[in-house]
């Protein structure tokens, strides 16, 4: 049996992994004399759709944090809890289409195109768009006919209108996954990337657009959250109108005389496994604002607490997810971008990259940097994105779980990629019931600090779960040695963070003064940290010359 194996981990959701992982089994590099000549050009092509996933991830999930900023300026913390709550829905809906069922949809269309089985691979894609269309269909029956219980179960009725437009997403997702997966299991990653990059970019300026018209319109905050979720569809439909379009230009013709091998249970069975694994595994950063969504509003409420007093709160806590996704990004993205730099590295310098995995420590590294620069400085970062202060101490809590999402993702994708998806998805699981059973304990003696807690301690149960699995599959060295100097330059950011605030409130206030501040307190701290790091040896010679840029760490380190 011919076997080909692919295995690709996506984030978007969430950065589960931003650089796709393929694991090639030698049968399909020596089958036919028509691959003999073609491993290396094989080979490269799967390293270039790599780099473009990952462009286009980056591009979309820094899109993702940003438009929030603006968003909430428009529409106040009320109008931004109101989108808020509803958003996890879009976040799951994205992981579908994106992450999960592409996957493991690319996989079987691989197999029979290695095969030369062109009209299994057209079967294949007919049985799974079969299957996703019902499914797509019950999500959207099931929300549009309860989203009057499901806002009850927010604890807020105003968003059923909400809910029952952002039903429609689930019709949009099965066309598209199947797309996605049509052309990566061809090894062509463009489609998905410039679908990726199009629907954020219509979806940001839709909700922008059309949010900003709703208000000169005098329309209230809930009609411009009816406006946000009708620029996500927008969004949807442009990520479908551009696979169309790449599905007319490059249709293949059918082989005449081949028998489909597509099995429809088969199919169904792998779709159902592997899809939703994936889809589980890429949903960590959609699932914890969704226990949010469900169990915030409810559980202030029952201390005594005012609907409207929860929502404005609920809208103060919401500011941190954009701290989070945007750090999260810089984090996962950056230690997941240098696989392809340690790949390369091994066949020359053995197994030095591997056992002291460098993806891991550079994302403790960024993970450590951002949670300390954000704690302290989120006093000004509050004022300069969201207009005042108000929450710094809530965001302030919520910025420590920076550290343990960017582990947390990481091992995350690492597991993937060495085909660990189960363990992956079980992280997934504990931080949701972790995040539940904190939530039910933290929030009423605590209130907005108790959510912020819970979260933070929902992301450190997943980070430290995936850990211990992590170190059963591969070899941890020298982890006390690594996190001195790290734990060091922390620390020596912090003091000099700390003297900066200092001397800078003594000065002027307002936000114009809050956004200097916050802008010189990032390169203030960014500038002791990465000298701290280079100078305790963080990363080694041969690390950094694998490195971009690598010059400019040998001088920072004294090197030649």
Same mark, same amino acid.
């Given at each position: ?42 080979? #490269?092509? %799967?390293?270039?759709? =790599? @780099? *473009?996933?990952?462009? +286009?991830? /980056? !591009?979309?999930?820094? &899109? ?51 095969? #030369?089985? %062109?009209?299994?691979? =057209? @079967? *294949?894609?007919?049985? +799974?768009? /079969? !299957?996703?269309?019902? &499914? ?425």
């Amino acid at each position: 049996m011919l076997r080909y194996n692919i295995e690709r981990s996506h984030g978007n959701g969430t950065i589960g992994g931003f650089l796709g992982r393929w694991r090639m089994s030698p049968a399909w590099l020596s089958v036919g004399k028509r691959h003999e000549g073609g491993r290396k050009s094989d080979m #490269g092509n %799967v390293w270039k759709g =790599a @780099a *473009v996933l990952t462009v +286009a991830a /980056l !591009l979309t999930k820094l &899109l993702s944090a940003l438009y929030r900023i603006p968003y909430q300026n428009m529409v106040g913390d009320v109008g931004f809890y109101i989108y808020q709550q509803v958003y996890p829905i879009y976040g799951i809906v994205v992981a579908m289409s994106l992450a999960g069922y592409p996957v493991a949809i690319s996989k079987l269309i691989a197999e029979r195109f290695v095969e #030369g089985d %062109v009209a299994g691979a =057209a @079967a *294949v894609r007919r049985i +799974a768009l /079969l !299957l996703l269309s019902a &499914l797509g269909v019950m999500l959207f029956a099931g929300l549009y006919a309860g989203a009057e219980t499901v806002a009850s179960w927010m604890g807020d009725g105003r968003l059923e209108p909400l809910l029952r437009l952002l039903s429609f997403s689930f019709l949009f997702f099965p066309l598209i996954a199947v797309l996605r997966g049509y052309f990566q299991g061809q090894h062509d990653m463009m489609p998905t990337a410039v679908s990726q990059v199009g629907e954020q970019f219509v979806r940001v300026t839709a909700i922008l657009g059309l949010s900003y018209w709703a208000i000169r319109r005098g329309a209230d905050v809930y009609s411009c959250g009816m406006a946000a979720i009708a620029g996500t569809l927008g969004g949807m439909a442009a990520a479908l109108l551009i696979l169309l379009f790449y599905s007319a230009k490059r249709r293949r013709k059918k082989t005449a005389g081949r028998t489909p091998t597509a099995s429809f249970l088969h199919v169904g069975r792998h779709l159902l496994t592997v899809g939703t694994i994936v889809c589980l595994t890429n949903m960590a950063l959609t699932l914890i604002p969704l226990v949010d969504s469900f169990l915030f509003v409810p559980l202030l409420h029952e201390t005594g607490a005012s609907l409207d007093e929860v929502k404005w709160l609920k809208g103060v806590y919401d500011r941190g997810q954009p701290l989070i996704q945007l750090g999260t990004v810089v984090g996962t993205s950056l230690s997941l971008a240098l696989v392809p730099f340690i790949s390369s590295a091994q066949r020359s310098q053995g197994t030095i990259f591997t056992q002291g995995l460098l993806p891991f420590r550079f994302a403790a590294v960024i993970g450590v940097g951002a949670s300390l620069g954000l704690i302290c400085l989120i006093r000004p970062i509050n004022t300069m994105l969201f207009e005042n202060d108000r929450g710094s101490l809530v965001l302030a809590v919520l910025s420590a779980s920076v550290f343990f999402t960017t582990m947390a993702l990481t091992s995350s994708a690492m597991l993937q990629g060495m085909g660990k998806e189960w363990a992956a998805a079980a992280g997934v699981a504990v931080a949701v019931a972790g995040k539940m059973a904190l939530m039910h304990w933290l929030v009423p003696p605590f209130g907005v600090l108790g959510a912020a807690l819970a979260t933070t301690g929902a992301y450190t149960l997943m980070a430290c779960f995936l850990y211990v699995c992590l170190r059963r599959e591969c070899q941890l060295t020298n982890i006390q040695k690594y996190a001195y100097p790290i734990v060091k330059a922390g620390v020596a950011m912090v003091v000099v963070l700390q003297l900066y605030m200092w001397l800078m409130d003594a000065a002027a206030g307002g936000r114009l003064w809050a956004t200097a501040e916050a802008l010189g307190g990032v390169a203030v701290g960014a500038i002791v940290y990465i000298v701290c790091i280079v100078k305790g040896n963080v990363f080694s010679e041969e690390e950094l010359s694998a490195l971009p840029l690598a010059n400019k760490f040998r001088l920072l380190s004294g090197s030649r």
